[in-house]
């Protein structure tokens, strides 16, 4: 059976796309049939950090009823389908929202994993991307504005039917991530399912139009990525979360106090 989530977080720029594009890929590569859609219809980019160049149709035709899903279906990575949204304005303008859910229903049996990259703010475009997946995920960043807007996402879902599956704490400063990661869960009352530490090979990768986990596997991003997806997946988790890196005080009392690390 298929599951779908959808990919939000309110305020633009935390990270949405690249969770949805490594996320996925990650999932294809655990070999689970995954399919990624750009619901941001009004500012795509889910197909320009792939390095899609040639998409002819994509989920605008869709939304306004003149192309099935299959035919917006692109190939991406480890065979993960790629669902672009297109970039012009009259194909925005021609985009019925509304069509998401039929577009869910022709998806159902073809995959196991849906991903909605849902566009950042509380327009029409950004509400209903909330109501039709199993579960929203949040995308957040370590500082206030992120979380406030993550807040006003979470009140939003619940309140048009939604249920939040959960954070991801992108972009983290390892070594303030431990205190950071309490008071988010605290303020926003939902569970953070892991964390992504704040890593130059993830924009070098959207740089190169390929995924941070395909182009640096070995980096620690790609590693949370990969957990994440082994998480969604049901599948036991090998990869450790990286260790909080020792400041020089906890050096210091480790040595005064001859604690092991
Ligand atoms: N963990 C990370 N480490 C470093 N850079 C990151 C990380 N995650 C995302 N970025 C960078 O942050 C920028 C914004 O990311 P992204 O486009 O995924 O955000 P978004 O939430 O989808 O944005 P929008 O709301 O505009 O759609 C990109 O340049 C991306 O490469």
Not at 37 to 62: F, K, Q, R, S
């Amino acid at each position: 059976m298929i599951r779908a989530y959808t990919i939000a977080s309110g305020k633009g720029g935390t990270g949405k796309t690249t969770v949805t594009a490594n996320l996925g890929t990650a999932l294809a590569q655990h070999g689970r049939e995954t399919c990624i859609v750009d619901t941001d219809v009004g500012m795509a980019n889910l197909g320009l950090v792939l390095g899609l160049a040639e998409t002819p149709i994509t989920l605008h035709e869709v939304l306004a009823g003149t192309a099935s899903i299959q035919d917006a279906m692109y190939v991406g990575p480890y065979g993960l389908k790629v669902v672009p949204s297109g970039l012009s304005l009259q194909g925005f303008q021609n985009a019925n929202p509304e069509r998401l859910r039929d577009v869910m229903c022709d998806l159902t049996d073809r995959c196991d994993f849906l991903l909605l990259d849902a566009p950042a703010g509380i327009g029409t475009d950004g509400v209903i991307p909330l109501t039709v997946a199993d579960e929203v995920l949040l995308v957040v960043n370590p500082e206030i504005s992120s979380i406030v807007d993550a807040l006003k996402i979470k009140i939003l879902t619940e309140t048009v039917g939604g249920t939040i599956g959960g954070a991801i704490l992108n972009r983290a400063i390892l070594e303030e991530t431990d205190m950071n990661r309490r008071k988010i869960e605290k303020t926003l009352g939902v569970s953070i399912i892991d964390t992504v530490p704040e890593d130059a090979n993830v924009r070098r990768a959207a740089a190169a139009k390929t995924p941070v986990v395909v182009r640096s596997p070995g980096s620690e991003s790609s590693k949370a990525f990969r957990r994440i997806a082994a998480t969604l997946a049901g599948i036991p988790v090998l990869e450790e979360p990286h260790k909080v890196q020792e400041g020089f005080v906890e050096r210091f009392a480790r040595a005064l106090f001859r604690r092991e690390p």
